[in-house]
């Protein structure tokens, strides 16, 4: 008999919902109508085995402790901010993520997003099609890349992969995250610090409670009016209402953004300023990263079901 499996969000491609579709009977919640879904989760959560989720979406404690036969949690993503892993934990339910095949992908977003912003191409893009270039309309010159400074917020995989690009643009590299690095990098002494000392700050730590709103007010206000803020990892690592009114003032002078606190919304504030460049949470949106991740996240399924070793599990708080 195949396992159950619930569903939770969208965003894999066709190709891994047919491997789904074979291996397990599948719920999917994304289906439902929003005014259904908590009777279905009724109907369904006796006979449910397994998650497939997004990173956004993850598992909350409420939807977990509802399913009393859950035994793993395989999140299409990286990013495991979402889960809830104090729920999962105690019940010794697995978790498995997606790391390394979404790394270059979302570093090459990281990137598109530093250079739209410092070359304004959306502006530029505007520009063009409002007619103000035959019309003669001014344009405001950009700034070049060379020998400034990228200030890289978490170097782990990600933030190591844009770090590298980076370089080969002729940037000077630093970082800043609790631990030392092993890198030939220099580690800034504090985040307000790093923000001082770089002209691009890149945010590419993970989510979840410890690094909740760190670019705060004053993290923005050392970046300073010259300064870029790119953001391709959570939205709560950003204090958005900080932002938006730093940029609103002129404090900071551009942000490029791909995730925000309350996904898909993204406050009016943001999409009205000129200086910001906004994309759909897309870092790992390619057919090629999508298809691995999915696979990836398909696999740790297959193995928990034939009781093989999983191939990325992540440990959980109090593992
Ligand atoms: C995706 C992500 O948006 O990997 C992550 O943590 O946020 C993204 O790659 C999402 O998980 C796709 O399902």
């Given at each position: 008999?195949?396992?159950?499996?619930?569903?939770?969000?969208?965003?894999?491609?066709?190709?891994?919902?047919?491997?789904?579709?074979?291996?397990?009977?599948?719920?999917?919640?994304?289906?439902?109508?929003?005014?259904?879904?908590?009777?279905?989760?009724?109907?369904?959560?006796?006979?449910?085995?397994?998650?497939?989720?997004?990173?956004?979406?993850?598992?909350?404690?409420?939807?977990?402790?509802?399913?009393?036969?859950?035994?793993?949690?395989?999140?299409?993503?990286?990013?495991?901010?979402?889960?809830?892993?104090?729920?999962?934990?105690?019940?010794?339910?697995?978790?498995?993520?997606?790391?390394?095949?979404?790394?270059?992908?979302v570093?090459?977003?990281?990137?598109?997003?530093?250079l739209?912003?410092?070359?304004?191409?959306?502006?530029?893009?505007?520009?063009?099609?409002?007619g103000?270039?035959?019309?003669?309309?001014?344009?405001?010159?950009?700034?070049?890349?060379?020998?400034?400074?990228?200030?890289?917020?978490?170097?782990?995989?990600?933030?190591?992969a844009?770090?590298?690009?980076?370089?080969?643009?002729?940037?000077?590299?630093?970082?800043?995250?609790?631990s030392?690095?092993?890198?030939?990098?220099?580690?800034?002494?504090?985040?307000?610090?790093?923000?001082?000392?770089?002209?691009?700050?890149?945010?590419?730590?993970?989510?979840?409670?410890?690094?909740?709103?760190?670019?705060?007010?004053?993290?923005?206000d050392?970046?300073?009016?010259?300064?870029?803020?790119?953001?391709?990892?959570?939205?709560?690592?950003?204090?958005?209402?900080?932002?938006?009114?730093?940029?609103?003032?002129g404090?900071?002078?551009?942000?490029?953004?791909d995730?925000?606190?309350?996904?898909?919304?993204?406050p009016?504030?943001?999409r009205?300023?000129?200086?910001?460049?906004?994309?759909?949470?897309?870092?790992?949106?390619?057919?090629?990263?999508?298809t691995?991740?999915?696979?990836?996240?398909?696999?740790?399924?297959?193995?928990?079901?034939?009781?093989?070793?999983?191939?990325?599990?992540?440990?959980?708080?109090?593992?």
């Open positions: 008999m195949r396992p159950e499996i619930l569903l939770l969000g969208s965003g894999w491609v066709p190709q891994v919902d047919k491997v789904l579709e074979r291996d397990y009977v599948c719920h999917r919640l994304a289906a439902v109508a929003p005014a259904d879904r908590d009777a279905f989760i009724e109907r369904v959560a006796p006979g449910v085995r397994g998650v497939f989720t997004t990173g956004v979406t993850g598992i909350d404690a409420a939807l977990a402790d509802r399913l009393p036969k859950l035994e793993i949690v395989a999140v299409h993503g990286v990013g495991v901010d979402a889960v809830a892993f104090d729920a999962l934990d105690p019940r010794g339910i697995l978790v498995t993520n997606t790391p390394d095949v979404l790394t270059e992908d570093a090459d977003l990281a990137v598109s997003l530093l739209a912003s410092s070359r304004r191409i959306p502006q530029l893009d505007r520009h063009v099609r409002a103000d270039w035959e019309a003669k309309k001014p344009l405001q010159p950009a700034r070049s890349l060379r020998g400034k400074v990228a200030g890289i917020v978490g170097l782990g995989r990600i933030g190591r844009v770090a590298t690009r980076l370089e080969s643009f002729g940037m000077a590299i630093r970082y800043f995250q609790r030392t690095a092993d890198c030939l990098y220099p580690r800034s002494a504090s985040l307000p610090d790093l923000a001082r000392e770089s002209d691009y700050l890149i945010v590419c730590a993970p989510g979840g409670a410890a690094t909740r709103a760190m670019i705060d007010a004053d993290v923005l050392a970046l300073g009016p010259e300064g870029t803020l790119v953001n391709i990892a959570r939205g709560s690592l950003v204090d958005e209402a900080a932002l938006i009114a730093a940029l609103q003032e404090r900071l002078g551009a942000a490029a953004l995730v925000f606190a309350d996904e898909p919304r993204v009016a504030a943001l009205e300023l000129d200086n910001v460049v906004l994309t759909p949470h897309v870092g790992s949106f390619t057919v090629e990263t999508r691995a991740m999915g696979m990836l996240a398909a696999a740790n399924l297959e193995a928990h079901f034939a009781g093989k070793p999983l191939p990325t599990r992540v440990l959980g708080a109090s593992a």
